[in-house]
């Protein structure tokens, strides 16, 4: 685990390693099937997202199941932006954000009133109750089942002003005429990940992020001290919901189209599993899940019938029909079923998520190899295990 | 008057439903300390026992008539349900009562379920942190449904009620009121009668028996009851089953009602879990009497003349109440101090 008194130095370089590896994707993804600019833009989107999630999930152990409200809500101002001011992303950003973190303020003020299961619930119900008024109530503003989108007739004021008001085809989003698809757009969002991510740092290493961690760790001690720690657990909270809220609006600037889909409760459970694959509280962690469950889920799901026989073609032919039939139910359309598996076996078997597994497993190696040359070897590695 | 008696009528069998899993989740989490997200996924298991006990006692013999000739020139099918070659007019009369013969079938079947779920998996997270037990029955929930829409697709699958029950009674003139004023359809009566028959089996089971008395201690505190050298997770398991059952119940009897798609299960849950926090975590009376009265607002709420002022408020109601509830006494109408406070 990282330590809240990691030096700036060790930072700096993770950091710094980060940012390679996030602007390098588009080369160091290519062997793996995976460098395609569509693919990656969600890799960092939600990246961003499983970053902001970790802030409260992570840190102050929380766990909120309605977090892809907040990512609805991002996508929507979002569009809403695109229609009223125009196709330029970053008012869009800005707006987002704002108007997400207000809604995770008023969640957060009710729900954060009780811990545990009941914030669970509640949050849960919150994020129910914005799914469902988006698909009825608020059709008007939310187009229901058909989903938000930009039209050709919609004012975009900021457009028609700097004369990009007549546009042929159709409208993508862009920044003074460059357009948000393909790699400009991934870079885009590898800026805004790469931001999320340095946030992230800073607040993990602030004696904020120490408070929080505090809060997880005994709640009931930090208010027996006399520290109120509910504005703190409100502050996270709405820090989260605006990560959300901008990953909301990053898929929105990749593809200018909204839908009450997106909010639900499915939606908050991915991102809550894609936390605890990385590692809840690790600064890397989540990124990694978010990353591994978005390339298993492209992988999965582009998977058919025929795939399936190319891959077991090598079985005999009754043997290979029953496999495949098996494996069918796991791939395509059933890539769902592979990720509640998916998600019990890491619960069970690894709740510290794939970090704390490395960990583990690099700490196994050490004892092995070193324990019979030391002699001092078990006491040297008892600290390291206590971080 | 006669609107509002008809909404109450209207509330009572969603507002069964919801007190019948609310009832199983409290219990659940009384004795076994374990929140079971993946309690909504019974429901949904119990639905789709009497879409399959309809659809194995309705399997046709195919026959073909030699003599008749379809317009197309080939020979007239004639379909008859095996039951009915078999049974004669009793076969008609099991057809046609397939959603309450489910109940039959149902109940082994949902405590065949319960058990494996507890010794399966739910037993190794009895001591493990609360966040982990509802991430991994969340993930059982959403494999549970996944299989559910593999095997019976994505579509609802109507039920029907027995023939005898498909029309509406009309209560009101038993009353006083005038014909045709307060109409209630026969099946939603059924429903509430039969969920506060379950309701009430299922208090006196545990204020009844010696069984039930352990199981109520637990719930007060199961360190004790420990100490006293009862073997309290011996009977956790039989508890799982009940609440399994009483969910499961809950779904077969349901299904004419709504027809059953394979997240029927999610969507009760949310509701429901609302109805506990409601009602008071821990608390069966709770629970229940939180179940009907929601299920009432509810309904109240879906008046046109309610949603002309407010739109939408059907949608959000039971949510607005949840959080009203919790700012102005958070341990719920009838929630005993002590448990799950924090």
Not at chain 1, 41 to 64: D, H, M, V
Not at chain 1, 89 to 114: C, N
């Amino acid at each position: 685990m990282t330590t809240p008194l990691a030096t700036a130095r060790s930072d700096l370089i993770l950091f710094g390693a980060f940012t390679l590896a996030v602007l390098t994707m588009p080369i160091w993804l290519v062997p793996l099937g995976a460098g395609y600019p569509d693919l990656m833009q969600k890799f960092a989107i939600y990246g961003l997202f499983a970053i902001g999630f970790n802030i409260l999930f992570g840190l102050t152990g929380y766990l909120s199941f309605g977090h892809a409200a907040f990512l609805g809500v991002g996508s929507y101002t979002a569009v809403w932006s695109f229609k009223l001011l125009g196709m330029n992303p970053v008012p869009a950003l800005l707006l987002a954000i704002l108007l997400s973190g207000l809604f995770a303020w008023v969640i957060g003020f009710v729900s954060l009133r009780r811990t545990g299961i009941y914030f669970s619930i509640l949050t849960l119900a919150f994020a129910q109750m914005c799914y469902n008024l988006a698909y009825s109530v608020l059709t008007p503003i939310t187009n229901g089942e058909t989903g938000l989108r930009v039209l050709n007739s919609d004012p975009r004021a900021l457009d028609h002003l700097t004369g990009q008001g007549v546009v042929d085809g159709p409208l993508v989003s862009n920044i003074f005429g460059l357009e948000m698809n393909g790699l400009p757009g991934f870079y885009f969002c590898a800026v805004w990940l790469l931001i999320g991510m340095y946030v992230s740092i800073r607040i993990f290493r602030s004696p904020f992020g120490l408070m929080l961690r505090a809060i997880k760790t005994n709640q009931t001690r930090l208010n027996y001290t006399g520290i109120s720690t509910r504005p703190y657990a409100l502050t996270a909270f709405v820090i989260s919901g605006m990560y959300a809220g901008l990953a909301g609006a990053l898929l929105c600037v990749t593809d200018p189209l909204a839908g009450a889909e997106r909010m639900q409760w499915t939606a908050s459970g991915e991102v809550v599993l894609m936390t605890i694959l990385g590692g809840a509280g690790t600064l890397l962690g989540p990124v990694i899940g978010a990353g591994l469950i978005k390339y298993s889920e492209n992988i999965f799901s582009a998977f058919h019938e025929q795939t399936l026989h190319d891959i077991f073609g090598f079985l005999p032919d009754g043997v290979e029909g029953v496999v495949v039939s098996v494996a069918g139910l796991f791939v395509g359309e059933g890539w769902h079923l592979t990720l509640g598996l998916l998600f019990m076996v890491i619960v069970i078997f690894l709740p510290g998520g794939l970090t704390s597994g490395v960990r583990q497993l690099v700490q196994m190696a050490r004892r092995s190899s070193g324990g019979s040359g030391r002699s001092g070897g078990d006491a040297g590695t008892a600290p390291q295990a206590a971080e | 008057m006669d609107a509002i008696l008809l909404q109450i009528l209207n509330g009572l069998d969603k507002g069964g439903a919801y007190a019948l899993i609310a009832l199983g989740l409290t219990l659940v989490f009384g004795t076994l300390g374990v929140v079971n997200f993946a309690h909504g996924a019974l429901f949904m298991l119990g639905a789709f026992c009497a879409v399959t006990v309809n659809q194995v006692i309705g399997l046709e013999q195919v026959t073909l008539d030699p003599n008749n000739l379809t317009p197309w020139g080939t020979p007239v099918e004639i379909r008859e349900p095996y039951i009915v070659s078999w049974l004669g007019d009793t076969g008609h009369l099991i057809l046609d009562y397939s959603v309450p013969v489910s109940i039959l079938a149902a109940i082994p079947i949902m405590i065949v379920i319960g058990f494996i779920m507890e010794r399966g998996l739910i037993q190794f997270f009895y001591k493990r942190p609360h966040a982990e037990q509802i991430l991994v029955t969340f993930g059982l929930a959403i494999v549970l449904q996944e299989i559910i829409k593999t095997w019976f697709g994505a579509n609802p699958l109507p039920q029907s009620p027995p023939t005898a029950l498909r029309s509406a009674a009309d209560i009101g003139v038993l009353v006083g009121f005038n014909p045709g004023e307060i109409v209630y359809p026969y099946w939603r009566l059924v429903y509430f009668v039969f969920s506060a028959l379950v309701i009430g089996g299922v208090f006196a089971f545990l204020q009844l028996t010696t069984f039930g008395m352990v199981v109520r201690a637990g719930m007060a505190d199961r360190e004790t009851v420990g100490l006293l050298g009862i073997d309290i997770e011996k009977r956790f398991t039989l508890v799982f089953g009940l609440a399994a059952v009483v969910a499961g119940l809950a779904g077969v009897m349901y299904t004419p009602i709504l027809p059953p798609d394979y997240h029927m299960g999610m969507d009760f849950l949310v509701l429901s879990f609302v109805v506990v926090v409601v009602g008071g975590m821990g608390s069966l009376p709770g629970a229940v009497a939180a179940g009907f009265l929601l299920g009432i607002l509810q309904s109240f709420a879906s008046m046109t003349e309610v949603k002309s002022i407010l739109p939408g408020i059907d949608q959000i109601i039971i949510y607005l109440v949840a959080v009203v509830i919790l700012l102005v006494r958070p341990r719920g109408l009838l929630g005993r101090k002590g448990v799950m406070e924090g």
